[in-house]
C-alpha cells in the first residue's frame, strides 16, 4: 500500500489493495441487475457494527456511550443526491479503517475474488454478499463514497474516508464526531431513486426485517422484531423462515433444511440451523466458511466464531443462543471454554439425528441434500471421531443390488447381508459399468453379497478409515485377505490338483520375478482367469488416487501386490500344461494376463508395451 501525504490538514492517499481493486472493476462494471443489495448490505455492516458495541458495553460497565441509543439512521436527500445510513455501532479507529476497507484480510475472500475474476467476470449479487466484500457494493450505485467513523475507544477524534472507487482512497481526521459510522453514498445521475423514500422503504421491507434495532427512515422507526429462534416453533411461518436465512446467510435462495429447536439440558440452548440451497465449495470457488453466530439471551457475542462447531459443518447457518454462557466469554478463548465444547457437541449430535430423521422422512430431498453436501459429511468421518458412526448412517451410495442411480445406506445394506457375509465390501471404480466388468466382484455377487460402488476417488479413503460400522468391518473388495466361503466346483469344470496350482503359482512368480508381490491360487474367482489384490497396505484405489494427486508419481503397479490364479480357469490350465512344452508362449500369456489384471485394478503404468504384445499373440492365433 502506498502511502504519501498530500496537504497540511494531514489527508493522506492510499491505493486500494489489488484483489479490492479488481472486485471494485467488476462491482462498478458488471453487476447492474441487483444494485438494490448495497442498502441491504450496508444495514449488515451497521447491524453488525451495533452487535459488536452492545456486547463490548455489556461486558465493560465502565466504558462510555453507555447510553447512547442503538439504532440504525438512513436519511435521503433527493436535491444532493445522496442515500446516508448511521449507525451507533462500534465505529473504527483509523487503523481499522485502513484494513477493513482498503484490503481484503480473510483468505477464503480473497480466494474467492480470484476465483470469480477468473472464471466468471460477473459473481453474482448473492455471492458478493456471502463473501463479505458488502461493502463495495455501495460502488454499484455510486460516484463517491465517504464514510466518517469514530471508534467505541477513539477519544481524540474520528476519521473521514473517501473514494470514488477507481483505485485510491483517502483518510483524514474529523472532529465533531460521535460514536459510531456515517456512510454518505453520493448516487450516480441514473441511480438517483435511491434518494426516493418511497422506493427505499421498500427495499428496507425486503432486506431487512430481521434486524434487531430500529431503523430510522428520515425520522420514522420502519421495523420491529423479535428474535426469531427465541419464539416458539408453532407460531413461525415457513416463509419467516426462510427470510430469516436470507438475511443471516446473506443469501437470495431457500434453504434445503430448517431445524429449530430448544433445550434445557445439559444446556438451555435455542438453536436455528439451516443448511442452505447449495455451496459454492462445490462449485470450486474455494473454502467455506463457517457461517453461525453465538449469542448468549439474545445478545451476539460472535459473528461467525471460527471453532464454534465441527470444521466439516462449516457449510450450515444459523445462530444459536444459549442463557448458560456467560456474556463476558472472551472471543479469543471461546473454543477453549469446556462449556462451548459442550455446547458444540449437543448441537453436532442434535443435527446429526435432525439429518438422519429427514433422510427417513423424503429420500428424494436427502438424496439431494447428499449429492451437494455429502463431501462435508465424508469429510466428518476422516477427521471427526466422535462423531464417526452418526455421519457414517448418513452415507449414501451406489450398489450392486441398487438400480443405476438409487442410493441406499449402511443399515439398509446390513439389512439385506445373507447367512455367512461377515464384512461390508465395497469397490471403487470410475464407473458403475467398469467396476460390473472388473474381476473383482463377481467372487462376491457369486456368494450373494452386496458390494458398494464408489465412483468418487475420496470414497476408498472414507470407507478405509471408517473401518467399521455397527461392528462389521469394511472390507475393500480388492483386498487379498477376503476369507471368502468355499463355492462348490461344477461338474464340467476342470482344475488344477493343490500341487499343480502351487507348482504353476511357483513358475509364474519365477516368470514375473520383481514385477509382482507374489502369486498364490485363488479362493475367490469364479470365471475370471486371474486378479491383482493387495494385502493389508494401500488398495489399488488408494494407489489410483497417490498417483492423481502427484503426477509425477505412476502407480506402484503389481510390486506390491499379490497375484491371485484360478485353479478352475481353463486357460489357467492351459498354461500350467504349455510351461513345459512350450516355455515361451506360457511365458506370453502369462505377461498378458499379468497386464490384464493389473489394467482392471486401474494400475497399469505402461499399456503400450501390452499393444506390442497383443499383436504377437494376435499373429499366433491366426497362425501367422
Ligand atoms: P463483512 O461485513 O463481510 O466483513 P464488508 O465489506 O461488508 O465485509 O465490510 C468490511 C468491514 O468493514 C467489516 O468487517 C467491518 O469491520 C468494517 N465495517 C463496515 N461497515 C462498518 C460499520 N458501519 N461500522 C463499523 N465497521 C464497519
Ligand atoms: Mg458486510
Same mark, same amino acid.
Given at each position: 500500500m502506498s502511502?504519501?501525504?498530500?496537504?497540511?490538514?494531514?489527508?493522506?492517499?492510499?491505493?486500494?489493495?489489488?484483489?479490492?481493486?479488481?472486485?471494485?472493476?467488476?462491482?462498478?462494471?458488471?453487476?447492474?441487475?441487483?444494485?438494490?443489495?448495497?442498502?441491504?448490505?450496508?444495514?449488515?455492516?451497521?447491524?453488525?457494527?451495533?452487535?459488536?458495541?452492545?456486547?463490548?458495553?455489556?461486558?465493560?460497565?465502565?466504558?462510555?456511550?453507555?447510553?447512547?441509543?442503538?439504532?440504525?439512521?438512513?436519511?435521503?436527500?433527493? !436535491? =444532493? %443526491?445522496?442515500?446516508?445510513?448511521?449507525? @451507533?455501532? /462500534?465505529?473504527?479507529?483509523?487503523? $481499522?479503517?485502513?484494513?477493513?476497507?482498503?484490503?481484503?484480510?480473510?483468505?477464503?475472500?480473497?480466494?474467492?475474488?480470484?476465483?470469480?475474476?477468473?472464471?466468471?467476470?460477473?459473481?453474482?449479487?448473492?455471492?458478493?454478499?456471502?463473501?463479505?466484500?458488502?461493502?463495495?457494493?455501495?460502488?454499484?450505485?455510486?460516484?463517491?463514497?465517504?464514510?466518517?467513523?469514530?471508534?467505541?475507544?477513539?477519544?481524540?477524534?474520528?476519521?473521514?474516508?473517501?473514494?470514488?472507487?477507481?483505485?485510491?482512497?483517502?483518510? !483524514? =481526521? %474529523?472532529?465533531?464526531?460521535?460514536?459510531? @459510522?456515517? /456512510?454518505?453514498?453520493?448516487?450516480? $445521475?441514473?441511480?438517483?431513486?435511491?434518494?426516493?423514500?418511497?422506493?427505499?422503504?421498500?427495499?428496507?421491507?425486503?432486506?431487512?426485517?430481521?434486524?434487531?434495532?430500529?431503523?430510522?427512515?428520515?425520522?420514522?422507526?420502519?421495523?420491529?422484531?423479535?428474535?426469531?429462534?427465541?419464539?416458539?416453533?408453532?407460531?413461525?411461518?415457513?416463509?419467516?423462515?426462510?427470510?430469516?436465512?436470507?438475511?443471516?446467510?446473506?443469501?437470495?435462495?431457500?434453504?434445503?433444511?430448517?431445524?429449530?429447536?430448544?433445550?434445557?439440558?445439559?444446556?438451555?440452548?435455542?438453536?436455528?440451523?439451516?443448511?442452505?440451497?447449495?455451496?459454492?465449495?462445490?462449485?470450486?470457488?474455494?473454502?467455506?466458511?463457517?457461517?453461525?453466530?453465538?449469542?448468549?439471551?439474545?445478545?451476539?457475542?460472535?459473528?461467525?466464531?471460527?471453532?464454534?462447531?465441527?470444521?466439516?459443518?462449516?457449510?450450515?447457518?444459523?445462530?444459536?443462543?444459549?442463557?448458560?454462557?456467560?456474556?463476558?466469554?472472551?472471543?479469543?478463548?471461546?473454543?477453549?471454554?469446556?462449556?462451548?465444547?459442550k455446547l458444540s457437541r449437543v448441537i453436532t449430535k442434535r443435527f446429526l439425528k435432525f439429518?438422519?430423521?429427514?433422510?427417513?422422512?423424503?429420500?428424494?430431498?436427502?438424496?439431494?441434500?447428499?449429492?451437494?453436501?455429502?463431501?462435508?459429511i465424508k469429510e466428518g468421518i476422516t477427521t471427526d471421531f466422535t462423531h464417526r458412526d452418526d455421519l457414517a448412517k448418513l452415507l449414501r451410495f451406489e450398489s450392486s443390488t441398487t438400480e443405476p442411480g438409487k442410493l441406499t445406506s449402511l443399515d439398509e445394506y446390513i439389512s439385506r447381508m445373507p447367512e455367512g457375509q461377515e464384512a461390508i465390501y465395497y469397490i471403487s471404480g470410475p464407473t458403475r459399468e467398469a467396476i460390473e466388468a472388473g474381476p473383482y466382484i463377481e467372487a462376491l455377487r457369486e456368494r450373494g453379497f452386496e458390494v458398494i460402488y464408489n465412483f468418487d476417488q475420496v470414497d476408498d479413503f472414507v470407507y478405509d478409515h471408517l473401518g467399521r460400522y455397527q461392528e462389521k468391518e469394511l472390507k475393500s473388495a480388492d483386498r487379498g485377505d477376503l476369507d471368502l466361503p468355499e463355492i462348490e466346483k461344477k461338474e464340467d469344470q476342470v482344475e488344477l490338483s493343490s500341487e499343480e496350482a502351487t507348482e504353476l503359482c511357483g513358475w509364474i512368480k519365477e516368470h514375473l520375478g520383481a514385477r509382482i508381490g507374489s502369486v498364490r491360487p485363488s479362493k475367490r474367482l469364479v470365471t475370471n482367469p486371474a486378479v491383482a489384490v493387495t494385502e493389508g497396505g494401500m488398495t489399488a484405489g488408494m494407489q489410483r488416487i497417490l498417483s492423481a494427486i502427484n503426477k509425477d508419481s505412476s502407480p506402484m503397479g503389481g510390486a506390491s501386490m499379490t497375484l491371485e490364479i484360478n485353479p478352475r480357469s481353463p486357460l489357467i490350465h492351459k498354461i500350467h500344461n504349455l510351461k513345459g512344452e512350450n516355455g515361451e508362449f506360457a511365458g506370453l500369456l502369462t505377461d498378458q494376463l499379468y497386464d490384464n489384471a493389473l489394467l482392471a485394478a486401474g494400475v497399469l503404468a505402461d499399456p503400450r508395451a501390452m499393444a506390442d504384445r497383443l499383436n504377437q499373440l494376435l499373429n499366433k492365433a491366426a497362425g501367422v
Amino acid at each position: 500500500m502506498s502511502t504519501q501525504t498530500q496537504d497540511q490538514q494531514a489527508r493522506e492517499t492510499h491505493s486500494f489493495q489489488a484483489e479490492i481493486s479488481q472486485l471494485l472493476d467488476i462491482v462498478i462494471n458488471s453487476l447492474y441487475t441487483d444494485d438494490e443489495i448495497f442498502i441491504r448490505e450496508l444495514i449488515s455492516n451497521a447491524n453488525d457494527a451495533l452487535e459488536k458495541v452492545r456486547h463490548e458495553l455489556l461486558v465493560d460497565k465502565e466504558l462510555p456511550g453507555q447510553d447512547i441509543p442503538l439504532e440504525i439512521r438512513i436519511k435521503l436527500d433527493k !436535491e =444532493a %443526491k445522496t442515500f446516508t445510513i448511521e449507525d @451507533t455501532g /462500534i465505529g473504527m479507529s483509523r487503523e $481499522e479503517l485502513l484494513n477493513n476497507l482498503g484490503t481484503i484480510a480473510r483468505s477464503g475472500t480473497k480466494e474467492f475474488v480470484k476465483n470469480a475474476i477468473a472464471a466468471a467476470k460477473e459473481p453474482s449479487a448473492n455471492l458478493i454478499g456471502q463473501f463479505g466484500v458488502g461493502f463495495y457494493s455501495a460502488f454499484m450505485v455510486a460516484n463517491k463514497v465517504v464514510v466518517e467513523t469514530r471508534g467505541l475507544r477513539d477519544d481524540a477524534s474520528g476519521w473521514l474516508w473517501e473514494s470514488d472507487g477507481s483505485g485510491a482512497f483517502t483518510i !483524514e =481526521a %474529523k472532529e465533531g464526531l460521535e460514536r459510531g @459510522t456515517r /456512510i454518505t453514498v453520493h448516487l450516480k $445521475e441514473e441511480k438517483a431513486d435511491y434518494a426516493e423514500d418511497f422506493h427505499v422503504r421498500q427495499i428496507i421491507r425486503k432486506f431487512s426485517s430481521f434486524v434487531p434495532f430500529p431503523i430510522m427512515l428520515d425520522g420514522e422507526k420502519t421495523n420491529t422484531v423479535q428474535a426469531l429462534w427465541s419464539r416458539s416453533k408453532a407460531e413461525i411461518k415457513d416463509e419467516e423462515y426462510t427470510e430469516f436465512y436470507r438475511f443471516i446467510a446473506n443469501a437470495t435462495d431457500d434453504p434445503l433444511y430448517c431445524q429449530h429447536f430448544s433445550a434445557d439440558v445439559p444446556l438451555a440452548i435455542n438453536a436455528l440451523i439451516f443448511v442452505p440451497g447449495d455451496t459454492v465449495e462445490r462449485m470450486g470457488f474455494g473454502r467455506t466458511e463457517p457461517g453461525v453466530d453465538l449469542y448468549c439471551r439474545r445478545v451476539m457475542i460472535q459473528k461467525h466464531p471460527e471453532k464454534l462447531l465441527p470444521e466439516w459443518l462449516r457449510f450450515v447457518r444459523g445462530v444459536i443462543d444459549s442463557d448458560d454462557l456467560p456474556l463476558n466469554i472472551s472471543r479469543e478463548t471461546m473454543q477453549d471454554s469446556a462449556l462451548v465444547r459442550k455446547l458444540s457437541r449437543v448441537i453436532t449430535k442434535r443435527f446429526l439425528k435432525f439429518l438422519a430423521e429427514e433422510a427417513g422422512k423424503d429420500e428424494e430431498k436427502y438424496k439431494d441434500f447428499f449429492e451437494k453436501f455429502g463431501r462435508f459429511i465424508k469429510e466428518g468421518i476422516t477427521t471427526d471421531f466422535t462423531h464417526r458412526d452418526d455421519l457414517a448412517k448418513l452415507l449414501r451410495f451406489e450398489s450392486s443390488t441398487t438400480e443405476p442411480g438409487k442410493l441406499t445406506s449402511l443399515d439398509e445394506y446390513i439389512s439385506r447381508m445373507p447367512e455367512g457375509q461377515e464384512a461390508i465390501y465395497y469397490i471403487s471404480g470410475p464407473t458403475r459399468e467398469a467396476i460390473e466388468a472388473g474381476p473383482y466382484i463377481e467372487a462376491l455377487r457369486e456368494r450373494g453379497f452386496e458390494v458398494i460402488y464408489n465412483f468418487d476417488q475420496v470414497d476408498d479413503f472414507v470407507y478405509d478409515h471408517l473401518g467399521r460400522y455397527q461392528e462389521k468391518e469394511l472390507k475393500s473388495a480388492d483386498r487379498g485377505d477376503l476369507d471368502l466361503p468355499e463355492i462348490e466346483k461344477k461338474e464340467d469344470q476342470v482344475e488344477l490338483s493343490s500341487e499343480e496350482a502351487t507348482e504353476l503359482c511357483g513358475w509364474i512368480k519365477e516368470h514375473l520375478g520383481a514385477r509382482i508381490g507374489s502369486v498364490r491360487p485363488s479362493k475367490r474367482l469364479v470365471t475370471n482367469p486371474a486378479v491383482a489384490v493387495t494385502e493389508g497396505g494401500m488398495t489399488a484405489g488408494m494407489q489410483r488416487i497417490l498417483s492423481a494427486i502427484n503426477k509425477d508419481s505412476s502407480p506402484m503397479g503389481g510390486a506390491s501386490m499379490t497375484l491371485e490364479i484360478n485353479p478352475r480357469s481353463p486357460l489357467i490350465h492351459k498354461i500350467h500344461n504349455l510351461k513345459g512344452e512350450n516355455g515361451e508362449f506360457a511365458g506370453l500369456l502369462t505377461d498378458q494376463l499379468y497386464d490384464n489384471a493389473l489394467l482392471a485394478a486401474g494400475v497399469l503404468a505402461d499399456p503400450r508395451a501390452m499393444a506390442d504384445r497383443l499383436n504377437q499373440l494376435l499373429n499366433k492365433a491366426a497362425g501367422v
